[in-house]
């Protein structure tokens, strides 16, 4: 068991991502029993869920556009998903099998219309808190262990952010599954460069 100073932070392992899901990740369900018996090593666990209103300008639907093609936001590029993780839906909700009950905390995130939320702390606008960091602050945490769906997008973004913050991140990738080779690729040399660890 750690300490009161590690936190456990499990990012959006929703239906959604997982086989089956709107914007499944390859192998998504596999991850969800090496998590659940992870959570037994942390005193402190935080989950995260991806939490979209209908209509959200990051889907494809809302801009009569192509899943996968890129638009302008006014905070920068933004890739355009199929619509995922609708408020309230059975895509939104966990898969069947996460424990949750371990988890002192779980935030919602991307649940404004106008912009999207990859990172557990930020938007996407890299400047409006979730509040995640101040939680984490205030309970005394130092170090974060993250893992979850996808490594590329929203694990990457939140280790990201966590090490910006001055949290020791590392990022356990068995237990993270990723959306496309390309984007995985350039998330791993962001969190090497942000001095996030990423272990096996
Ligand atoms: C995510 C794309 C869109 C994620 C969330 O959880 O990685 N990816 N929304
Ligand atoms: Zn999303």
Known sequence: MRGPEDALIVIDVQNDFCPGGRLAVTGGDEIVGGINALMDEFSVVVLTQDWHPAGHSSFA????????????MPYGPQVLWPDHCIQGSEGAAFHPDLRTDPAQMIVRKGFRSEVDSYSAFFENDHVTPTGLGGYLTARGVKRLTVVGLALDYCVNF?????????????????????????????????????GVSVNG
């Open 61 to 72: 639907s809302t801009h009569g556009a192509e899943p996968f093609s890129m638009t302008q």
């Open 158 to 194: 939140s280790a990201v952010d966590g090490a910006k913050l001055g949290f020791e991140v590392t990022v356990q990738q068995g237990l993270c599954r990723a959306i496309a080779d390309d984007s995985l690729a350039e998330a791993m040399n962001g969190m090497a460069a942000a």
